[in-house]
């Protein structure tokens, strides 16, 4: 029996939200211990601001990965989107477990790859889908600059 698109959309999203919740709850461990006595890099906004617009991000990432499925099925471009989560659900592990900077900062490199490609990819199959991870992938860049400076401002 072919899965209902509703279904698949609510899976689509959940997926994304539970990557949300993990991390949050890792960031929220380190918070008061760890990274609280991190030196920030310039422009570093306040915690909450990073919890509300993951949440935004990952809604929209679950969009985009649906509408690419409900038109190509689980083809090449979704799998990328696949591995781009993977790696998305790898950084808040290694800066906030193993509170590693550097670690984060290699595996959001492999993240920004796989978030272009996977933006490429869906370009020349659903132009909403690039669209929709677009705002993804300029909040990740974001990120790096904010991690690279977490890495440099904390090397002990």
Do not use: E
Request: aromatic share 14%; glycine share 8%; proline share 7%.
């Amino acid at each position: 029996m072919p899965v209902s698109p509703v279904l698949a959309l609510v899976g689509f999203i959940g997926l994304c939200l539970l990557v949300d919740a993990v991390s949050g709850t890792m960031a929220a461990h380190a918070l008061p211990r760890w990274y609280a006595r991190l030196n920030a890099p310039p422009g570093t906004p306040p915690y909450w601001l990073f919890a509300s617009t993951w949440t935004a991000l990952y809604v929209m990432v679950g969009i985009a990965g649906w509408l690419v499925w409900k038109q190509h099925g689980a083809a090449r471009p979704l799998r990328l989107w696949g591995w781009q989560l993977a790696a998305n659900a790898l950084w808040a592990p290694a800066f906030f477990a193993v509170h590693s900077p550097g670690l984060a900062l290699g595996v959001m490199a492999v993240m920004l790859i796989l978030i272009g490609l996977t933006i490429r990819a869906f370009r020349s199959i659903r132009q909403a889908s690039a669209m929709l991870m677009l705002p993804y992938g300029a909040w990740c860049l974001y990120g790096a600059y904010l991690n690279a400076g977490f890495w440099a401002l904390n090397q002990t």
